[in-house]
């Protein structure tokens, strides 16, 4: 079900707002993260009537990422720190309905959404489209060194940007200590080798019924698991013409490897219904040894409110092969926030966009999310808030993406539908892996 939220400011004098239009140099220059990169944007100033209250319409997800307080406080303090006169009306929904929601809001003559949460997948597609403004001329060279190139590079199609970076979404690994100290382990594993073989031992010493479990629905969750699996391997679905390899190397592998979790009970098998939050909440209960997730994991693991593991939780590096040279492999979810082409707001819109992805709101997260900038990344504060720090940027450095495809869609509903069919049994890992590289070739011809 869709949520909204509306934020309120009274309607101000266009002089009054004129004045204070210019946030990100002086509301917000209590803070010396932010004062550091306060005259790095371009914003072209909105045209406001007098006594016009603007809204804002604005969608993001409810699956993970921020949480919904953390969005309304940044709405909240937009409005009381920039003092204009701009309602923001927030639609949350399931990941999966974003994609659909954003098309239909593209096809309006009037836009139901001004700002955006968009996948980095999507990032062609919207491109291409024009469903999305077109932002480099509002980014200085001075903001894009202040964040990793992968992440930035993440939202550029045809030399153009398409959404400021928001999210630097990630897996790691999550692992329950105390499960494995109890199976006579005093370190998680190094190797997807060394990984299975303490799932084993879970299983046989009686530590836990399933040691594992990920979000293997018929979901996106489940295409970056397979992709974030290749990874740990070493490869990556696609090679570098554009051409799909699942049916060798390491996309087999992987998927061989998934199967195999399964057939001997290694995986709980109610993973082939669990999404990334369930599997996340069956990890937090100490239900399962290890979790394979986003980096929203970590300020659930660690809250007493929804975690019975809290002294027993840590965060690592995703174990790479034996043959794989790289010290992780994990795969990117990175999501920015986007200006819809035909909103009337656009300069307001994005007036909101630099606001809410300044270094200042991502520092006073840490404890949830990873930010995007690197100054924030490297802060005395991000390691003091999260000692774990430096497993975050080794898994974010060796962070693979999905197929950069305009018909991404398709190819991604065939890899879940061959992938999932896989884990019931329902076919052969070869004969899977085959029919996704046809299919897939299909859609070219």
Not at 64 to 77: F, M, P, T, W
Not at 200 to 208: D, H, I, N, W
Not at 425 to 433: F, I, S
Request: glycine share 6%.
């Amino acid at each position: 079900m869709n949520k909204k939220i509306c934020v309120t400011q009274p309607t101000l004098t266009r002089r009054d707002f004129l004045k204070t239009i210019g946030l990100t140099g002086t509301a917000l220059a209590g803070s010396s993260v932010l004062t550091a990169c306060g005259g790095k944007f371009s914003t072209p100033t909105p045209e406001i009537k007098k006594d016009n209250t603007i809204t804002l319409n604005a969608l993001y997800m409810n699956q993970a990422g921020y949480s919904e307080k953390v969005l309304q406080d940044i709405a909240n303090r937009y409005i009381k720190q920039s003092n204009t006169p701009v309602k923001i009306s927030y639609t949350f929904v399931k990941y999966d309905e974003l994609h659909d929601k954003i098309v239909t809001s593209a096809a309006a003559a009037t836009a139901t959404f001004d700002v955006i949460l968009l996948d980095l997948i999507w990032t062609a597609e919207f491109g291409r489209k024009g469903y999305v403004v077109p932002l480099d001329d509002r980014i200085t060279a001075e903001v894009k060194k202040d964040i990793v190139p992968s992440i930035f590079s993440a939202f550029v199609y045809n030399n153009k940007t398409w959404a400021f970076p928001f999210l630097a979404n990630f897996q790691c690994f999550f692992y329950n200590a105390a499960h494995l100290d109890k199976a006579g382990f005093s370190a998680p594993p190094k190797t997807i080798e060394e990984w299975y073989d303490q799932m084993v031992a879970l299983k046989s010493k009686g530590v836990v019924k399933y040691p594992y479990i990920d979000s293997w629905n018929q979901k996106e969750g489940l295409v970056c698991d397979y992709v974030r699996l290749a990874a740990q391997y070493g490869g990556d679905l696609f090679s570098d013409d554009g051409k799909p390899t699942m049916d060798k190397g390491a996309p087999l592998q992987a998927l061989k490897f998934m199967r195999q979790l399964i057939d001997e009970g290694l995986a709980d098998p109610s993973a082939t219904n669990t999404d990334e939050p369930g599997a996340m909440n069956a990890f937090v209960s100490g239900a399962v040894t290890f979790n394979c997730n986003w980096t929203f994991v970590r300020g659930n693991m660690l809250n007493p409110k929804v975690s019975k593991i809290v002294a027993d939780a840590r965060v690592g590096l995703l174990p790479p092969a034996k043959n794989n040279p790289q010290p992780a492999g994990s795969i990117s979810g990175f999501q920015g926030l986007a200006v819809m082409a035909n909103s009337k707001n656009t300069d307001v819109a994005w007036d909101f966009i630099k606001f809410a992805t300044a270094p200042t709101i991502q520092s006073e997260n840490l404890e949830s999310e990873f930010p995007v900038w690197t100054s924030v990344q490297q802060s005395a504060q991000a390691k003091k808030v999260n000692p774990d720090v430096e497993f975050y940027a080794t898994n974010l450095a060796n962070a693979h993406h999905r197929p950069r495809v305009p018909n991404y869609q398709q190819v991604s509903a065939i890899i879940q539908e061959e992938i999932h069919a896989c884990l019931l049994k329902q076919a052969k890992p070869e004969d899977a892996a085959t029919s996704m590289v046809s299919r897939i070739n299909a859609l070219e011809s």
